[in-house]
């Protein structure tokens, strides 16, 4: 989702640039106009990309926002933007290495249903190997959403708006993150550091609900030192 973008943008921009190799090779280019014309005419086609792109962008996280407001009891975009901002070279860290690990063992878990089938297992067995493959797709596709936001809500804040509307970090997210080549750059990495934080409050959720309610410790240092005291 952050690569097709801008590789669309990429195949566009070159087919509109005329090569020199079309003069090497003695074949005349045809004139479409000046070179300011030719250059508004690239422009504007890759305005009207960033606007679809952007459009599409919009459109898939709509649904991701919709979950995070008004199923959980707290805003799950706002909490992996938080991780984020805390941590953001340790949510970088484990994005990469979610993104690795999840390839090789998606790889090995193929192999393993392939080796099974020919073992003798029945064809239906491979079907499991679909469950898996929904499962990333649908992690990486709540990622790239929540990486918009993300984007959005820190633009937002550096023009100076404390408390950033989600919808509106999602649009603004949505149209610079599909600039060419920047986006790339931008969109990027913080997608990379968005799957690291869902992967870290993941962890820590599994993580808590295994020690039970009566293990977990109070947040508060000081008062809880108070309270064992008395």
Not at 65 to 81: C, D
Not at 128 to 153: D, E, K, M, R
Not at 166 to 193: E, H, K, R
Request: charged share 10%; proline share 5%.
């Amino acid at each position: 989702m952050v690569l097709h973008r801008h590789f669309l943008s990429l195949v566009v921009l070159l087919t509109l640039v005329p090569t020199p190799a079309l003069a090497q090779s003695g074949v005349e280019a045809p004139a479409v106009g000046s070179g300011l014309a030719d250059l508004a005419v690239i422009l504007l086609l890759l305005a009207l990309l960033v606007v679809i792109n952007a459009a599409f962008s919009v459109a898939l996280g709509i649904p991701v926002l919709l979950v995070s407001e008004f199923v959980y009891s707290n805003s799950y975009v706002r909490a992996i933007e938080s991780r984020i901002h805390d941590a953001p070279v340790r949510s970088g860290g484990l994005g990469i290495a979610a993104t690795i690990g999840g390839i090789v063992g998606l790889v090995v878990f193929a192999i393993v249903v392939t080796l099974l089938t020919d073992a003798g297992l029945p064809d239906a067995v491979g079907l499991v190997l679909v469950i898996p493959v929904l499962v990333g797709v649908l992690f990486v596709y709540v990622g790239s959403a929540v990486s918009t936001v993300v984007v959005g809500l820190y633009l937002l804040r550096r023009v100076g708006t404390s408390e950033s509307n989600l919808w509106a970090a999602l649009v603004v997210g949505a149209v610079l993150v599909n600039i060419p080549l920047l986006g790339f750059f931008i969109s990027l990495p913080v997608f990379l550091a968005a799957l690291g934080a869902m992967v870290s409050r993941l962890w820590n959720s599994r993580r808590n609900d295994s020690s039970g309610p009566g293990r977990q410790r109070p947040v508060d240092g000081p008062q809880s030192v108070t309270h064992e005291s008395r």
